[in-house]
């Protein structure tokens, strides 16, 4: 697919609302989409040290500079093909999607979950966090991803480890004020991945958006009733509709007072969240509407935008929260 063809496949609605939402950087987003993607990979630090691998590797890396334990790889390269692989030394993960797990601050002995966890990206990034201590829960709903997340982690090597396929309302019923750190990553749109995955483009509705939109709101809530006090949640999507973004991160603050949003390790390249997105669809209610003067929308600058045009990257979108009280030992 030509550089042309692939700006084509982006729906115009989609295109709409970039430009609002960039305004002066919208031709520099655009022009992005004529990049070649960017490859990377994560070393396993629970099998051996970054510097170890930067000895032994068989093919030329470079540092992701905002993740310290990732690299960039050419994509001619072909490290799935390498022993090393199998060998579950390093798993093979785009730039960006490094991002969330590097930024929830996982504490030895924690007690942890990634609530939307396949095929095991961010799972096993949390798992050698832990390096052998605390505990981590990984779920997915899919029965065949989970297949595939136990795999994943059973690679690397990971123990004290659980792999679940629960819908997460069961799990918010066994496990409540349970885990020191969550990682919700949530099913989104994807428009971060139209670069990536030309077909997410091709099926992208506003509607879809908005569908998803309902269905991150309820998880979201699920992660925080599952949330020990003084314990870390980090919510993500790989795209960037306000709605599916900063809409999510209002709604919780919203309905659970006892959650507050809390700064991040910076990059340079980090675009900061969007206050004029807060909302107001699920406002309906008259107890709502009245805590709404606890809730300051510039808080959202807190939240991290992820651009393409900015990193060597495709797009994300992250925002830590932290559930407020004592911190309680696993």
């Known amino acids: 697919m030509t550089d042309s063809d692939k700006i084509q496949t982006l729906p115009l609605p989609f295109l709409e609302r970039m430009k609002e939402m960039l305004g002066d950087d919208y031709d520099a987003f655009l022009k992005s989409y004529k990049n070649p993607r960017t490859y990377g990979l994560r070393v396993n630090t629970a ?8 000895a032994l590797s068989p093919f030329p890396i470079r540092p992701i500079p905002w993740i310290n334990t990732g690299y960039f790889y050419e994509e001619e ?4 093909r390498c022993p090393y692989y199998q060998a579950g030394l390093y798993y093979l993960q785009e730039p960006s999607a490094m991002t969330p797990a590097s930024r929830l601050p996982i504490e030895p002995g924690d007690f942890v979950l990634d609530l939307c966890a396949a095929p095991g990206g961010k799972a096993t990034a949390l798992g050698a966090a832990l390096n052998d201590t605390g505990f981590l ?21 990971m123990k004290n ?25 949530a099913p ?10 030309e077909a997410l483009a091709r099926d992208w509705t506003p509607e879809k958006s908005a569908e998803l939109s309902d269905i991150q709101k309820d998880l979201v809530l699920k992660a925080a009733d599952m949330l020990r006090p003084g314990g870390m949640l980090l919510y993500s999507t790989c795209t960037f509709s306000p709605c599916e973004d900063e809409e999510v ?42 805590s709404l003067n606890a809730f300051n929308p510039e808080e959202l600058q807190k939240c991290v935008r992820i651009f393409p045009h900015k990193m060597d990257g495709e ?16």
């Open 47 to 54: 099998k051996l040290s970054c510097q170890d691998f930067q």
């Open 77 to 80: 390269s072909r490290p799935a």
């Open 137 to 157: 829960l990984a779920n997915d709903i899919s029965t065949s991803r989970a297949r595939a997340l136990l795999r994943n982690l059973e690679l690397f090597g």
């Open 161 to 185: 480890m659980l792999v679940t396929d629960e819908k997460p309302a069961k799990l918010a019923q066994r496990f409540p004020a349970f885990f020191n750190k969550i990682l919700l990553d």
């Open 188 to 197: 989104c749109s994807g428009e971060g991945m139209f670069r990536k995955e």
């Open 249 to 290: 991160v209002a709604y919780l603050l919203r309905q659970r007072p006892d959650m507050e949003l809390m700064e991040m390790p910076g990059y340079e390249g980090f675009s900061s969240g969007r206050p004029e997105y807060t909302g107001t669809a699920d406002t309906s209610d008259s107890e709502i509407a009245l």
């Open 315 to 330: 797009g994300h979108f992250l925002a830590l929260f932290r559930k407020k009280g004592d911190s309680l030992p696993p």
